[in-house]
């Protein structure tokens, strides 16, 4: 068994920015990560990170945009800290190493990005989160930290209701490892792999959540999944908001720019969720292209596209086949972002003590009920420096003498072992495509009760054929079949969580639309939801009060 | 339509020896390798092992050979590569061992990358900007200003930065193949890359003196092969090229390969020719002469005897205007 003072699960950027804050000070932090760190999918990131630099920008006006962005469920208080502390961590950031592109002044170019009133996205052409994971890992490497990779994370163990470490199984030799910890940080992403059509890597399965409402921490707010309005049609590759901040136009199939239906100030740039359900409404009602919306960036011109925009330039060419320099892309919503996760304060603590969350896998919460685009990138540096500050100061008071239940190694082993003599014919890989595909339908840009109830028996069905997954592969050395099994497992159970929470709040609220319920109701569901599980593994609900500080609630449109 | 992968498999655990297994596959338009490969996995043999993860060639995890040649399988086209070869081949890296299947140990990879010290070297005195703030109402933060000229390296598309570390390079790279200690051409680009950094305060030029170390950017055989196979457009051997320059500039010529350089100009630049036997004694002294012994002796059977004595050539006036316009006329 190990034993250091702190263990980082995941290594994007809110466990790399955790991390270098816990190692500048000395501190014995592992990092356990399921892939290399630069794997994460925080790489893929492309648009922007929000900062209020400009003279004529504020950030009290990015903590409002922000607020209003997340239709008034974000709490204010962590909203404050994430807007005011922005510009702070961005030049912290830049004083590391990443590269941000200029703007004529000599400072950090910025470009306008959807929700934002002003253009104070930071960039590093269509790749800053490339930029900031790489420039981060670099860090890392400076503070020399050990970095366990290609380590799957099975369980959070805790004593006597203070965190104790976790089980990893070492994917490159099928061993288990138990490492004992006085603090856990989960910095585990999103779950985009839940649904069909998404933006996300294959890896962002959710692993961290499902863990950790495993252990009794509940999960708050599940039912907001972000829909990105452009993904490539055909593989829902992500194509970013940067596009339209640099001026792209969507358009239907009668060549309209038909935002200015539905936002006819910030047309293309409204928040996600505004132009997400103006897309399917327009494919629905028989204006889509082949089922697609068309993006349309070839006004900006080649010089422009090739400086700002190369990467989006190249994924449309190799993964769509079409060169947006002569073409427009067709796009479509697909599912990219968790609002929701693991209920944390503003230093990432959570219910347990010395367990700790931040990034996508945490819900503080300052995206509320949707995100604005570049807020994200914001919300991993901002959190994991302040979990990672907070976890210092934790381990100068915390005591030492947590019991590290060996069992636990033993009895997840037995899981695997169990898994790999099963006769059982259901094929993970399948149940997952079913799983998705009726999430998609079910679950998605708009909601409404028969067919979430339906999403819901599907999911039932699911989860009594995955009792017969068989695997084909016995082996120990880099055996991801089985990996593959368990992180089904995770998806599954968090598609549950969503799809119960979406029943469960009958309003329409930022990315969460009901068209049974179609009007935000602020009497009866300004509140956080709160996913615990049952004695019996049911999923049940409780609610939390919203922080609302400076600004009340108002209609909100763009 | 129907196709074949066929794909390198090996087990420690239960094969002596690598071998080949064919799958049949049906395809779709706009399938990828990986997604074939995915396929593969989930309905017909969960025992194929590959890295996967972002799907977008952002991650670089799932370099392999395909069809012989090093390629992210999840940007790679399956009907392209069957209208070429009829067949998909998989095969792991190069350079590097397999540990299953198209899985290679990246150990020596990474390794290497850390080994040239990837971040920032010392923080500049002036830079009074990297202690963190956390605004109150009303408050502005002033910002540091660079002029874009300072970064022009590092913001390019195919600048050194865009890097996703995929190891294409590294597999392909014949400079490892020579030599398994050298750095490759992915660190050596992240050294350029902090190099070039205009807020590194690497004072006493260390970076440089460390790449100038045998298995360092002189040891590039400038084969090219890391330009050709990366899949984000980047040149390594470029930045290997203005490390050279930069270490020439900077005075740092104690390598071989520096002096191999400084000569080379110099010579040129006094004659117009190659004075091939000063050359190699300006590169590597009395030992670098004996060790070129053999060849100099197996040229000379073959009649190749360099002259003792060169005589200028003509349009040495020529040279002189190159050497000008180059900023060499110190060599002269």
Known sequence: ?558 | MEFKVRAYRFNPETDEKPYYKEYTVEDYPGMTVLNALIKIKSELDGTLSFRRSCRSAICGSCAMKINGITKLACKTQVSLEIDKFGIINVEPLANMPVIRDLIVDQEVFFDKIKAIKPYLLGQREDDAHNRFKTLKEGEKISQPVYDKSEFKNLTGNEDTPNCILCECCYSECGGVVGNKDYLGPAALAKLYRYAEDPRDNDKNGSRLVNGSMPNGFWDCVHCQACEQFCPKGISPVKSIVRLHEKSIKNSITFSPGSKHVVSIARSIGETGRLDEIKVAFESGGVTGLLNDLPVAFGAGLKGKIPPLRLKLIKDMEDIRLAYKELDLEDKL
Request: proline share 3%; aromatic share 8%; charged share 25%.
């Open chain 1, 1 to 558: 068994m190990l034993k250091h003072d702190v263990v980082i699960v995941g290594a994007g950027l809110a466990g790399l920015r955790a991390a270098v804050e816990l190692r500048k000070k000395g501190i014995d932090a592992v990092i356990v990560s399921k892939v290399y760190p630069t794997r994460s999918h925080s790489g893929a990131a492309q648009g922007g990170v929000n900062a209020a630099f400009d003279e004529n920008d504020s950030w009290e006006s990015h903590f409002f945009d922000t607020v209003k962005g997340s239709d008034y469920l974000g709490d204010q208080d962590a909203i404050e800290i994430l807007t005011s502390e922005a510009p702070g961590n961005i030049l912290e950031l830049q004083s590391m190493g990443v590269v941000f592109n200029r703007n004529d002044k000599g400072g950090i170019a910025q470009r306008p990005f959807g929700g934002q009133s002003f253009p104070r996205s930071c960039y590093y052409a269509d790749a800053v989160g490339h930029m900031m994971l790489h420039g981060l890992f670099d860090n890392v490497l400076k503070y020399k930290t050990k970095i366990m990779y290609e380590y799957f994370v099975t369980s959070l163990l805790t004593d006597n209701g203070k965190v104790s470490g976790v089980v990893a199984y070492d994917i490159k030799n099928g061993k288990f490892e138990g490492v004992a910890a006085k603090a856990v940080l989960f910095a585990t992403g999103g779950y985009g792999q839940v649904y069909s059509s998404n933006t996300n890597a294959l890896i962002n399965t959710g692993d961290g959540m499902a863990i950790s409402i495993n252990a009794g921490v509940p999960l708050m707010d599940m039912e907001f999944v972000q829909f990105h309005p452009t993904t490539l049609k055909s593989t829902g590759i992500l194509v970013t908001e940067g596009a339209r901040g640099e001026g792209a136009y969507l358009l239907n199939s009668l060549g309209v720019r038909f935002m200015s239906k539905y936002a006819p100030k910030a047309m293309e740039l409204a928040p996600r969720d505004v132009v997400a359900r103006a897309e399917q409404t327009e494919i629905n009602e028989g204006r889509g292209v082949d089922g697609a919306i068309l993006l349309d960036i070839r006004h900006l011109g080649k010089e422009r596209i090739m400086e700002r925009l190369p990467q989006i330039m190249q994924l449309s060419i190799d993964f769509e086949g079409v060169n947006p320099i002569h073409e427009p892309i067709p796009i479509r919503p697909g599912a990219h972002y968790s609002m929701g996760g693991i209920k944390t304060d503003y230093n990432g603590r959570t219910v347990i003590e010395g367990y700790y969350s931040a990034g996508e896998s945490a819900c503080v919460s300052v995206h509320g009920a949707n995100r604005l685009g570049g807020n994200s990138l914001l919300d991993t540096v901002v959190f994991g420096r302040r979990a990672g500050i907070d976890i210092a100061e934790y381990l100068k008071s915390a005591e030492g003498d947590r019991k590290f239940d060996e069992s636990a190694i033993k009895r997840d082993e037995e899981k695997f072992e169990k898994l790999k003599k099963s006769a059982g014919k259901e094929r993970h890989g399948l149940l997952k495509s079913e799983l998705q595909e009726e999430m998609r339908a079910g679950v998605g840009v708009f909601r409404e009760e028969n067919a979430m109830k339906k999403a819901l028996e599907k999911i039932g069905e699911l989860k009594e054929r995955a009792k017969n997954i068989g695997i084909d592969d016995k082996s120990k050395t880099f055996n991801t079949d089985i990996v593959e099994a368990f992180e089904f497992n995770n998806i599954l159970l968090i598609a549950e969580v969503i799809t119960r929470g979406a029943i469960l709040r009958k309003e329409s609220r930022g990315a969460h639309y009901r068209t049974d319920f179609p009007e935000r109701d602020d009497s009866n569901w300004l509140k956080h939801t709160l996913a615990t599980l049952d004695g019996n593994g049911n999923v049940k609900f409780d609610f939390s009060e919203v922080a609302i500080t400076k600004f009340k609630p108002q209609p909100r449109t763009y």
